[in-house]
């Protein structure tokens, strides 16, 4: 069977982990937190490594201090993290269609946007960029963009528009930190101290390690969002290779795009490999394609049901104008992508979708 996804390792990872438990920290800035942000500081402007994406984005939304009815547009086709972060703080989530990138509709988000808007979070799908450039010119005084940068490791950097990034590091993404993980990147200046007391259980225990105060107390809402030594060691294995796994991945969905032009397929040309799908015409359709494959010994899978139809979707948010592509959900299937699959693979993969249409 060609698995959909594969955890792709560097057999470093044990070593590693050992090396840390042998150095005696486990949490902090550990050997290998600092060795992780030496690579992390070429790409992005600040960043914080915790438990999950999840958790990075909840951060961000206790950073901009969100209200009981503030509101955050974000699109429906989504993960539920991206929502339930916002909504956690007490916000209206305003879901907004995609465009046939499944990715969120620049007007429509224009046409969103209220006296209430809060923050406008786009999340880069399939590892490919938002048009952020567009979404700032929206993001009027007081309005904060927060990037679901959770499938584009690596695909944005230190010139983003947004004022935060959140990463995840989950075992389904390109490059894990052992099963659970994330980065938070704090490209905005003004929320350096406070993110850094939100990570610390809402204390300066930063400034306290600094030198800067005497003793730490409670200065604001936080929790406990550090990645721990372990992570960061079998983390920092998989990030010595990262170019070599990315570049992997982008050959092979590469080449899906190429043997599969004639379909509707995942089309952008800038990504970072994460993953490829296509789109059939409905959803029996989809569900025939995926049998078929299945009985050929390929693994396929669908996507996000949209938020806004799910049952805490429809407590917490509306949809907000035409809904033409988040729709598109019901007919998509994504196709194995993960380091371990050969191109020989692909060529078999798409052989068999070209064969389902014969
Ligand atoms: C994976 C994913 C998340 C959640 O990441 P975790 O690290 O598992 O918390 C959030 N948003 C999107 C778009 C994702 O793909």
Not at 107 to 129: E, Q
Not at 264 to 291: A, S, V, W
Request: a negative charge; aromatic letters at 10%; charged letters at 25%.
């Amino acid at each position: 069977m060609i698995k959909f996804n594969e955890i792709y390792t560097t057999n470093q990872e044990i070593e590693m982990m050992t090396d840390a438990i042998s150095k005696g920290t486990l949490t902090g800035d550990t050997y290998y937190h600092l060795k992780i942000k030496e690579i992390l500081d070429k790409h992005y402007k600040k960043s914080h490594l915790v438990h999950t994406c999840t958790a990075a984005l909840e951060i961000a939304a206790l950073a901009i201090d969100i209200q009981v009815g503030d509101e955050v547009i974000m699109p429906s086709y989504t993960y539920v993290s991206t929502a339930n972060a916002f909504a956690l703080r007490g916000a209206k989530i305003v879901f907004v269609d995609v465009d046939e990138h499944m990715m969120i509709d620049i007007n429509c988000v224009k046409n969103a946007i209220s006296d209430k808007t809060k923050a406008i979070v786009p999340v880069h799908y399939a590892g490919s960029l938002c048009d952020m450039k567009a979404l700032k010119a929206l993001c009027k005084e007081g309005i904060y963009l927060i990037e679901d940068a959770a499938q584009s490791i690596f695909n944005t950097g230190v010139e983003t528009y947004s004022d935060f990034s959140c990463i995840s590091l989950h075992s389904t993404k390109n490059i894990t930190s052992g099963g659970e993980g994330g980065i938070l990147v704090v490209n905005n200046s003004t929320f350096d101290d406070k993110v850094a007391m939100i990570i610390e259980k809402g204390t300066n225990r930063s400034a306290f390690q600094n030198k800067e105060v005497e003793k730490y107390t409670w200065k604001t809402l936080g929790s406990s969002y550090s990645m721990d030594g372990i992570r960061c060691a079998f983390l920092y294995a998989q990030l010595l290779k990262w170019e070599q796994i990315i570049s992997k991945r982008q050959k092979l969905v590469c080449l899906y795009q190429k043997q599969l032009s004639a379909f509707e397929i995942f089309k952008q040309e800038k990504h970072n490999g994460h993953l490829f799908y296509i789109k059939t015409k409905h959803k029996k359709e989809r569900d025939l394609l995926k049998q078929h494959l299945y009985d050929n010994g390929i693994e396929s899978v669908s996507h996000y049901e949209p938020l806004h139809l799910s049952d805490a979707g429809k407590v917490h948010g509306d949809f907000i104008g035409e809904n033409i592509h988040t729709k598109d959900a019901f007919r998509l299937l994504r196709l194995p992508v993960h380091a371990n699959l050969t191109e020989e693979d692909v060529y078999y993969i798409c052989e068999k979708v070209k064969a389902f249409y014969e």
